[in-house]
């Protein structure tokens, strides 16, 4: 049976001495066995790509998360550690394919960096350094710990909206594996996980017409041993598949 295709822009690293552009196993399998999708990269070249062109055949779009961070200049402030990766090719596909999706209403989920480059897309800005932000805890992993430990459950956070009738339960436990955060939420996003100490973990596009959902943890992770995890990708999966009906009509 034909699948959703959901396009997953990939990053640019370097590997040894040359270019690559590459999307992490996980977010794949996701997409793939989870959301009983077809994923498909879209390589990052340093331009803007033909944006219609891509969305004309998808039926979803996922941003992933990432060891860069969104280029600060994106959201009117200088680079504070000039040490952390940024990935500016990836920037100039991601922010406007972002805004275009939403426009042609392609089903949208975004995860960790690319949940803070949809609040950057829509206006919105990030704290660069979340853990010397005064009234936030430190939000990073222990990255000297098994990847097991690194991404098991960090903290609880509280749901409401849509997310909390996808995941059935206003209360779950996250990871929480990132240094940079939402700092002002764009207009038009309506936050629907708060942590404890008040730093925004998920949101949606309020007047999008399909799905359109970011999360600041990582339910990627062994996506279909945890039931949270689980309930999000089947429903951007059930998303992507009422997208593909349509167009095939």
């Given at each position: 049976?034909?699948?959703?295709?959901?396009?997953?822009?990939?990053?640019?690293k370097?590997?040894?001495?040359?270019p690559?552009n590459?999307?992490?196993?996980?977010?794949?399998?996701a997409?793939?066995?989870?959301?009983?999708?077809?994923p498909?990269?879209?390589?990052?070249?340093?331009?803007?790509?033909?944006?219609d062109?891509?969305l004309?055949?998808?039926?979803?779009?996922?941003?992933?998360?990432?060891?860069s961070?969104?280029?600060?200049?994106?959201?009117?402030?200088a680079?504070?550690?000039?040490a952390?990766?940024?990935?500016p090719a990836?920037?100039?596909v991601?922010?406007?394919?972002?805004?275009?999706?939403?426009?042609?209403?392609?089903?949208?989920?975004?995860?960790?960096?690319?949940?803070?480059?949809?609040?950057?897309a829509?206006g919105?800005?990030?704290?660069?350094?979340?853990?010397?932000?005064?009234?936030y805890?430190?939000?990073?992993?222990?990255?000297?710990?098994?990847l097991?430990?690194?991404?098991?459950?960090?903290?609880?956070?509280?749901?409401?909206?849509?997310?909390?009738?996808?995941?059935?339960?206003?209360?779950?436990?996250?990871?929480?594996?990132?240094?940079?955060?939402?700092?002002?939420?764009?207009?038009?996003l309506v936050?629907?996980a708060?942590?404890?100490?008040?730093?925004?973990?998920?949101?949606?596009?309020?007047?999008?017409?399909?799905?359109?959902?970011?999360?600041?943890?990582?339910?990627e992770w062994?996506?279909?041993?945890?039931?949270?995890?689980?309930?999000i990708?089947?429903?951007?999966?059930?998303a992507?598949?009422?997208?593909?009906?349509?167009?095939?009509?």
């Amino acid at each position: 049976m034909k699948k959703p295709i959901v396009l997953v822009p990939a990053c640019s690293k370097m590997l040894g001495a040359h270019p690559f552009n590459a999307v992490g196993k996980k977010y794949l399998d996701a997409v793939a066995v989870v959301a009983d999708c077809q994923p498909l990269l879209i390589p990052v070249l340093g331009d803007t790509p033909d944006l219609d062109a891509l969305l004309d055949i998808a039926d979803g779009v996922m941003l992933t998360g990432s060891v860069s961070n969104v280029h600060p200049a994106h959201f009117d402030q200088a680079v504070r550690n000039p040490a952390l990766p940024l990935d500016p090719a990836r920037d100039a596909v991601t922010l406007p394919l972002t805004r275009r999706a939403i426009a042609r209403g392609v089903p949208l989920f975004a995860i960790c960096r690319g949940f803070q480059e949809m609040n950057v897309a829509f206006g919105g800005s990030l704290h660069q350094a979340v853990h010397e932000t005064s009234g936030y805890m430190d939000h990073r992993e222990d990255k000297a710990a098994s990847l097991d430990v690194q991404y098991g459950e960090a903290h609880p956070v509280t749901l409401s909206g849509r997310l909390a009738e996808i995941v059935g339960a206003t209360r779950v436990g996250v990871n929480s594996v990132h240094g940079q955060g939402i700092d002002r939420l764009a207009d038009g996003l309506v936050a629907e996980a708060l942590a404890d100490d008040g730093l925004v973990e998920a949101f949606r596009v309020a007047a999008a017409e399909a799905f359109a959902l970011g999360v600041q943890w990582h339910p990627e992770w062994k996506a279909a041993e945890n039931p949270v995890s689980t309930r999000i990708f089947a429903a951007f999966g059930d998303a992507c598949r009422k997208r593909m009906l349509a167009r095939s009509a």
